[in-house]
């Protein structure tokens, strides 16, 4: 399967710095190449390879053509299709089902880039609201997004729930939240932002939540964890302060960007940081930095915070082996150039 058209890693990624920079003729040489083996539009089309990921780079710079979003219709159609049956079934839902990197929180992502509501956008935020609601297995209520298997299909004994933004519940609340600030709002949408929050305030210190973590008396202590974008502390406290956008509520915005001023101050949870990456390292840390600063109204707190982490990613910058987006040095220029003009963040689901 062609890597160029894969959003975290090939040449579609890469053409979002040339489109930030206004490069117009780099940009035109990593389209070229990304869709010179054909794009995707199969079971493998998500926010991050194919068609959606093809658009969403086309929609940064200016706006996708018809045949490329009605390709990506139908691939969203194909996912909202399986997701009824899968529900229908009683069947647990792979993660695969409901993330950001390959399933619908993803493709909502991606729809709220179109700059206009739409049934098809409704549908998927159904989709994303129907997790809310707690499921029953062998006998035991877990909540709508509990799975069997994690990220890399590795089989989890009893279960879990993922808490992060790229695989887990987070990356729902984020795009929950971002509807309503987009003005699309569905039956149902509150609460469920409400229930999403609540989980994390209770278990979003910890990557994922086990069958014995769920079901002892006292919710589990806080691990010592990388406090990245994509499963860490950072990108969970930005999804808990949209979500208090979403839902007006000043104290939970309050401890989330206490939550990340907190964490970026901190000399030990900054020493699990290694490398400069997007969807790790101190690129990730600065671009969500620079959003809740954006959203906050004391953003000046983040400033000697931010001002550090770009030393420490420019001095990681080089060390990089891979060229793209997500964990190359793609990425960590966009995180250095410290713009988002084009849009190009969203992602990440966090603007």
């Known amino acids: 399967m062609p890597r ?5 890693e090939g040449a579609l990624g890469m053409a979002l710095l040339h489109i930030e920079r206004g490069d117009l003729a780099a940009t035109r040489s990593n389209l070229a190449q990304a869709v010179a083996g054909g794009v995707s539009a199969g079971g493998n089309a998500s926010l991050f390879h194919g068609a959606p990921a093809l658009e969403f780079v086309l929609n940064c710079a200016g706006s996708a053509g018809r045949d490329v979003r009605d390709a990506v219709d139908r691939v969203v159609d194909t996912r909202l299709a399986a997701a009824s049956r899968r529900q229908t079934s009683g069947a647990l839902p792979h993660l695969a089902e409901f993330d950001l990197i390959r399933g619908l929180a993803g493709l909502a992502a991606l729809l709220l880039t179109r700059g206009e509501a739409s049934p098809r956008l409704e549908r998927v935020l159904a989709y994303l609201i129907s997790l809310s609601r707690p499921v029953r297995v062998e006998g035991r209520q877990v909540p709508g997004w509990w799975s069997t298997a994690g990220p890399a299909g590795e089989e989890m004994p009893g279960g879990h729930a993922n808490n992060g933004v790229a695989h887990g519940i987070a990356g729902a609340l984020a795009a929950l939240s971002l509807a309503v600030r987009h003005g699309v709002r569905v039956p149902g949408q509150h609460e469920a932002i409400e229930v999403f929050a609540r989980w994390l305030d209770t278990y979003g210190s910890r990557y994922w939540i086990t069958r014995d973590q769920l079901s002892a008396p006292e919710s589990p202590e806080p691990e010592t964890a990388r406090p990245s974008w994509c499963y860490g502390q950072v990108g969970i406290a930005r999804t808990q302060q949209l979500a208090a956008l979403a839902l007006n509520d000043p104290a939970r915005r309050l ?20 490398d400069a990456s997007l969807c790790h390292g101190w690129a990730g840390l600065v671009t969500v930095a620079h959003a809740v600063a954006d959203d906050s109204p004391t953003p000046d707190r983040f400033t000697p915070l931010i001002r550090d982490m770009n030393k420490r990613l420019a001095a990681d910058l080089e060390r990089l082996t891979k060229p793209g987006l997500m964990e190359g040095r793609t990425g960590a220029r966009l995180a250095l150039d410290g713009t988002n003009t084009t849009g190009w963040a969203r992602a990440l689901l966090i603007t």
């Open 4 to 8: 160029t058209q894969d959003l975290s």
């Open 255 to 274: 401890a989330a960007e206490d939550t990340v001023a907190h964490t970026l101050a901190d000399p030990a949870l900054l020493r699990r940081i290694t």
